[in-house]
């Protein structure tokens, strides 16, 4: 067992558009510690939501490696990957991605059915109270405001207890002050339960409130 | 995630989707494509079970075996041991005496159960209506027709003899069911008990007689009696069925069924076509839920196995709703029009169920797959970036697929191999030049818009920007208008073909043997009494003997030396115009004189293929007492069920004339003038008349159930045209929600977003009338020539009438389901969005 939670060495992604390759990460090379949170900025473009993908397995790399929970996830399939990320993975996205025709409970309850994990209704029901949706438990997506969908999207995110989170701009489509109200939440649910935190924000000030930032630009590292 | 996992969360997914009414358009296809299926399934096969109960009461039973031997006993064991009951009948012609009168009739001899399928009408007093008689004659006694009644110059109740024994004429027979439409059976029928024919002593080692046994059992024991009689058949023995006895039936059941089953199968294809688009909707719908399953961990056989239950139960309720449903609208059907039915209309059986089950599990797993498995192959990384599509299958499997399952359901409606591929085949073709006519006229379309009023731009530019979607909407159209207007234009060619075959006034009544003396006096008569006859025909009666000359029996194959056609005098008679519903089918009508060689005769083309008779073959006729050479000039097609005159073999005019002539002709005489009969055949004894009134009104009551379920076949192929039509304007609802909202926030009012609809739809349902006017023309061509035997002719009337309903009904369509792009909030579409 090594302290890293994730590693990444020489890693590089590139596509191809109208028979060209297009580079859209360079030799990047990252550790990030267990319990550890990282704010990945960079301005549009630069790449950053490409790295989250990659580390979290959600594509394929060009070349070089990654290491996740002790797993190299270089040569293996998308189902291989899938069931790493059901073991030690949750997801915070900027657009909120719940579905539309489930209640709040049933969207949180989603992840713990996927891991057949017993009396999900129980632990949904506990980990919305937690972000304080007690009283939203059988509405639909349509019927809370940005921030209670994302407050959701946070009580989904954490109710499998994973071991990393990766979160997409996770404030990105809120105003400022739930944008804090909901970053609180996030790094307090963090500490609660000692979880990776991985976050790409173009905003300084939630960056500020991880323990290490990295810059991309171009991808690449500065 | 183990099977226990998938199968939750596949139910729970699948409750919550239906209660967010996003399997509403899916499952409401599925349900039309079972109900059209299941409806007509139990309807036509109770339908085809009681036309076909009423065409065996036509040939007495459900199997007949003809002979001119009694049969073996082995024959009865084996029908015994089979549960089958059988009657007997024997047919011979001899002489029946009255005092000093003579007559030469056809009698029949049955057995004590005859009959044992449909009943007689007999009557006891001539002056009243005949009644349903289900019983043979008595020992002693005979029925009769009343020609014999006046030929023999008797009564009901007086004696008459036949052979050497008396017979009590108790009833006068006026319809036994197992007649036929044998017009040739011309001298009248006498009806007596078989017990009675040892007493006449008339049958003798060698006389020309006619063994029926009639058989009656269920559909198996017929079945395997039949399989067990077929290899013990002789050109002598004949096992009859409702197919070679009465053309004019079966003819109409076979275009029926043929009808029937092509718009059935229409209705299916139409509404997999609608299938095919919800389903793809729904993949589309179902990207985000498969991503963000993947994204939490689900692998992608977990994730095709979530939709794969889903789809499963989707297609069970549908198939079990759609029966039931179905089932419940035959009923309704039955109901009202009960009184066209029989009295026994056999019940549906469970098959059409299991069929409508396997069909609804067909058509919705065979035209969603390709989207279902597009779902499988979500990228999970679309979580991070949305407009990530899964890629597509390649454009030749999804080809291959849908190719292979229209076949399957083609073929499984057909039975024919070669029609389903001619069918396959003819609709790629149509398919495609369809595809690329539309292209033309959207890139012409596209080029002149800027010269356009302002008005009908936007609306154009909306169905051009669109392309690739609104040109496969504009052939799913075009496909379903095509469909529909196929069937409504069948439909009305079948129906009018019917009822010309046996128009109102259609003869119901032959008289032949009119002495050439006579002829005069004979049509004053019927002018009197208001009768038109049609033309009066010479009849000589001759026998063929030889063919180019051979003797014929020598001549022709061993099967053949017993046709009818050898082994009996022959009605010949001689025209200058050929009859109208003959056909040449090779050589020439004589138009001109040609005293050049021998006379010239025209012969109907079955009885030249039999008899191996071709063009310029001589043939010899032996004519009352003397020779006639003559040559084939031409080879007729002829319709025997059309219920006038028709001849085998024609000669030219003046070339029968020395030779030994009666007349024949035909009319309609209303019932209520019957006892004008009476009179003719004082006036006239030397004449034989045929009544064919009762087999009419049993061919048109035949003819109308046919019409009826024409009509509800119909009506159910016009309502899985609609559901296409919704299903594709549903389809492209969302981003046409989204771009009405988007106009609104610019400023756009109501009344200019309904303009472009209305532009837009209009003109998209004419692209689809014109593609739809194509297809129908090609395929009407191919299958009134090939299917249905009827004639085809070019209609520019349906172009122009598919056009414009194509036109308006899209429009209507369309702006009915574009109301909720004017109804909603701009604010609330976006942010739902």
């Known amino acids: 067992m090594t302290q890293f939670a994730i590693t990444a060495r020489s890693l590089a992604k590139s596509v191809t558009l109208d028979h060209q390759s297009l580079n859209i990460l360079n030799a990047i090379d990252l550790d990030v510690k267990k319990g550890e949170s990282l704010a990945i900025v960079g301005s549009s473009g630069s790449g950053k939501s490409t790295l989250l993908g990659l580390l979290a397995g959600l594509d394929d790399v060009s070349a070089g490696e990654i290491t996740l929970m002790d797993s190299s996830l270089s040569g293996m399939s998308e189902d291989e990957r899938a069931a790493l990320r059901a073991k030690y993975v949750g997801f915070v996205f900027q657009s909120f991605q719940l579905l539309p025709n489930l209640t709040a409970t049933e969207n949180v309850v989603l992840p713990l059915e996927v891991l057949n994990r017993s009396n999900p209704e129980a632990q949904a029901i506990s980990m919305l109270d937690r972000v304080g949706l007690s009283h939203r438990l059988t509405h639909y997506p349509r019927q809370l405001s940005g921030g209670e969908q994302q407050r959701v999207a946070l009580a989904r995110a954490f109710v499998a207890k994973p071991e990393i989170l990766f979160a997409d701009e996770p404030t990105g489509n809120l105003d400022t002050h739930t944008g804090d109200n909901i970053a609180d939440l996030l790094f307090e649910l963090n500490h609660e339960l000692n979880t990776t935190l991985i976050l790409v924000t173009h905003d300084q000030r939630l960056a500020k409130r991880c323990d290490r930032i990295v810059q991309i630009e171009a991808g690449t590292l500065l | ?833």
């Not at chain 2, 029928?189 to 029926?212: E, K, L, W």
């Not at chain 2, 138009?591 to 008899?611: F, G, M, Q, W």
């Open chain 2, 1 to 833: 995630m183990n099977i226990t996992t998938i199968t939750r969360l596949s139910l729970k997914l699948l409750m919550r989707e239906w209660r967010a009414g996003s399997l509403t358009i899916m499952l409401v296809s599925l349900l039309i494509a079972v109900i059209s299926h299941s409806t007509i399934g139990f309807f036509t096969e109770r339908l085809g079970k009681a036309m076909e109960a009423k065409a065996t009461h036509l040939l007495g039973g459900d199997l007949v075996i003809k002979s001119p031997k009694a049969l073996s006993p082995d024959y009865f064991t084996k029908s015994q041991s089979l549960d089958l009951i059988n009657a007997h009948t024997i047919e011979f012609s001899t002489v029946a005496i009255a005092g000093e009168s003579l007559k030469l009739t056809s009698v029949k001899a049955v057995s004590d159960n005859y009959p044992i399928k449909g009943f007689l009408r007999t009557t006891s007093d001539v002056e009243k209506t005949d009644v349903i008689t289900q019983e043979a004659p008595a020992r002693g006694s005979v029925w009769v027709e009343f020609r014999v009644l006046s030929a023999l110059n008797v009564n009901i109740n007086d004696t008459i003899e036949i052979g050497d024994a008396q017979f009590t004429i108790s009833r006068a027979l006026t319809f036994e069911p197992d007649r036929g439409g044998a017009f040739y059976a011309f001298a009248p029928r006498i009806m007596m008990n078989t017990n009675d024919i040892p007493s006449t002593n008339v049958i003798q080692p060698g006389s020309r007689v006619d063994h029926r046994y009639l058989f009656v059992g269920t559909h198996q024991s017929i079945t395997q009696y039949k399989e067990w009689l077929a290899p013990k058949l002789t050109p002598n023995l004949k096992v009859l069925d409702i197919y070679s006895e009465s053309p004019a039936v079966s003819n109409s059941l076979r275009r029926a069924e043929s009808y029937m089953n092509l718009a059935s199968l229409l209705a299916i294809l139409l509404a997999s076509v609608a299938i095919a688009m919800s389903a793809r909707q729904y993949a589309e719908t179902h990207y985000d839920t498969s991503a963000l399953l993947r994204c939490m961990g689900a692998q992608q056989n977990d994730v095709f196995t979530i939709f794969t239950i889903q789809l499963s139960l989707i297609a069970l309720l549908a198939a079990l709703l759609g029966t039931a449903i179905g089932w419940l609208t035959q009923e309704g059907v039955t109901f009202i029009v009960r009184d066209l039915l029989p009295d026994s209309f056999p019940p549906p059986s469970l098959s059409t169920l299991w069929s409508a089950i396997f069909m609804s599990f067909v058509v919705l797993f065979g035209f969603s797959l390709p989207t279902l498995l597009r779902l499988r192959k979500v990228s999970p990384l679309r979580v991070l970036r949305n407009h990530l599509e899964p890629l597509s299958l390649s454009g030749r499997l999804i080809y291959t697929m849908t190719f292979a399952l229209v076949a399957v359901l083609i073929y499984s409606y057909t039975q024919d191999a070669r029609l389903t591929a001619s069918a396959i085949v003819g609709g790629s073709v149509i398919g495609l030049v369809g595809f690329l006519l539309i292209s033309l006229l959207f890139s012409g379309l596209n080029s002149i818009t800027p010269r356009l009023p302002l008005l009908l731009k936007p609306g154009i530019r909306n169905l051009v920007r669109r392309e690739l979607e609104t040109r496969w909407q504009t052939l799913a159209f075009g496909i379903t208008l095509m469909a529909m207007a196929l069937v409504l234009m069948i439909r009305t060619d079948l129906i009018e073909q019917w009822q010309s075959q046996i128009p109102a006034n259609t003869p119901n009544h032959f008289v032949m043997n009119i002495l050439p003396t006579d002829t005069q006096p004979f049509q004053q008569f019927l002018t009197e009494h208001n009768i038109t006859p049609s033309t009066l025909y010479p009849v000589s009666r001759g026998r063929l003997t030889h063919i180019n000359g051979s003797a014929v029996k020598q001549a022709v194959t061993k099967e053949e030396e017993n046709n009818e056609a050898l082994n009996r005098e022959l009605n010949l008679t001689e025209a200058s115009h050929m009859q109208p519903e003959n056909k040449i089918v090779e050589g020439e009508w004589w138009d001109t004189a040609d005293e050049s060689s021998s006379p010239r005769v025209s012969i109907e083309s079955r009885l030249a293929k039999r008899l191996n008779i071709n063009l310029n073959d001589n043939l010899t006729f032996f004519i009352g007492s003397r020779t006639l050479e003559v040559t084939v000039t031409s080879i007729r097609s002829v319709k025997w069920d059309s219920f006038r005159p028709n001849f085998y073999i024609i000669f030219e005019p003046d070339s029968l004339s020395g030779f030994p002539q009666t007349l024949l002709t035909s009319f309609y005489l209303p019932t209520e003038q019957r006892t004008v009969l009476n009179n003719l055949l004082r006036q006239f004894p030397a004449i034989t008349l045929l009544e064919v009134e009762a087999i009419l009104t049993q061919i048109k009551t035949t003819l109308t159930q046919v019409t009826l379920a024409v009509e509800l076949v119909l009506s159910f192929v016009l309502l899985a045209g609609f559901s296409v039509t919704f299903a594709a304007l549903r389809s492209s609802m969302s981003q046409r929600l989204l771009e009405g909202a988007l106009m609104r926030t610019l400023g756009a009012n109501r009344r200019q977003i309904r303009a472009n609809q209305w532009v837009e739809y209009s003109l998209m349902g004419a692209l689809a009338g014109l593609i739809a006017s194509f297809g129908a023309e090609s395929i009407m061509y191919v299958a009134y020539t090939h299917i249905f035997g009827l004639e085809y002719s070019f209609n520019p009337v349906l172009t122009i009438v598919l056009i414009l309903i194509g036109a308006a009904s899209i429009s209507v369509f369309g702006g009915l389901s574009g109301r909720r792009v004017l109804k909603n909030s701009p604010a609330i579409v976006l942010r739902d969005m």
